[in-house]
């Protein structure tokens, strides 16, 4: 589903963030990304999002070339991507269900759409009674149940979470990993950015682990162990 085939990302004239990466996910797949700050993490991800692009190498989606995406194909291509990040990026004066709708809204959906498609949404994880709190009412797992939904509303085929519980308790954490474990057994692909070795290690899942913009470490299911 997504290939990187030499890649390296220099940001302006400074060391690699990233060199000569080559990697594979597959369709279904749960993928944690680790290393420490500044490993190239969220340089990763935003390749896959097309917010950056190679510096040189190629990143394929479908088989299909990024850097081939122009302008006006690039909104689908984000369609097919859910993004979630540590600091969950919610707006402050909409409520739980217009964070959501919002979303539904800038692509043109009609409102017996968005009140059918958002409820929904917000009932698989498990915000049912909260659509009409504002970020500053709800915890911060509820915010970030609110941004996962936001992430799952054009039922994208991929889920990009980035540091998603950095700013969580340890039980929030577990709780919004196993909303994202949920969601990938329904089948949509994960890769998750995270620096919780606690959450890696209960996942048990692939990992990859980067380091100085290098992949030191690609383990199977089952096979990382911390040290
Ligand atoms: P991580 O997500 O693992 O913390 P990043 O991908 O954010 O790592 O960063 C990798 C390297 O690239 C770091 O050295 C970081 O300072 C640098 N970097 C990231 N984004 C930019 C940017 N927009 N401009 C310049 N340097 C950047």
């Known amino acids: ?6 890649v390296t990302k220099i940001y302006k004239g400074d060391f690699p963030a990233l060199e000569d990466i080559n990697l594979e996910f597959k369709e279904g797949e749960f993928v944690s990304i680790v ?17 950056e692009k190679p510096t040189s190498g ?6 299909k070339p990024l850097d081939s995406i122009s302008g006006r194909k690039l909104p689908s291509h984000r369609r097919e991507i859910g993004m979630v990040f540590q600091d969950f990026k919610l707006l402050p004066r909409k409520t739980a269900f217009e964070n959501v709708a919002y979303a539904l809204e800038v692509a043109g959906a009609s409102n017996d759409e968005i009140s059918e498609n958002v409820s929904q ?5 498990g915000l049912g009674d909260k659509v009409e709190k504002y970020p500053n009412q709800l915890s911060g797992g509820e915010q970030q149940r ?10 994208p085929r991929i889920i990009i979470a980035d540091e998603p519980t950095g700013n969580l308790d340890p039980v929030s954490s577990w709780e919004i990993i196993q909303l994202i474990m ?3 057994e329904l089948g949509t692909t994960v890769l998750l950015a995270s620096h919780d070795k606690y959450v890696i290690d209960k996942l048990n899942r692939r ?4 380091d100085g913009g290098k992949i030191i470490g690609d383990y199977p299911k089952g096979k990382y162990k911390l040290v």
């Open 1 to 6: 589903m997504i290939r990187f085939e030499n």
């Open 35 to 51: 290393g420490q700050s500044g490993a190239g993490k969220s340089t990763l991800l935003k390749l896959i999002y097309a917010e």
């Open 58 to 63: 190629t990143v394929f989606f479908d088989e």
């Open 121 to 125: 949404i917000l009932d698989i994880v």
């Open 146 to 155: 609110v941004a996962l939904a936001r992430a799952l509303i054009h039922r």
């Open 182 to 184: 949920k969601i990938n």
């Open 207 to 210: 990992v990859i682990v980067l």
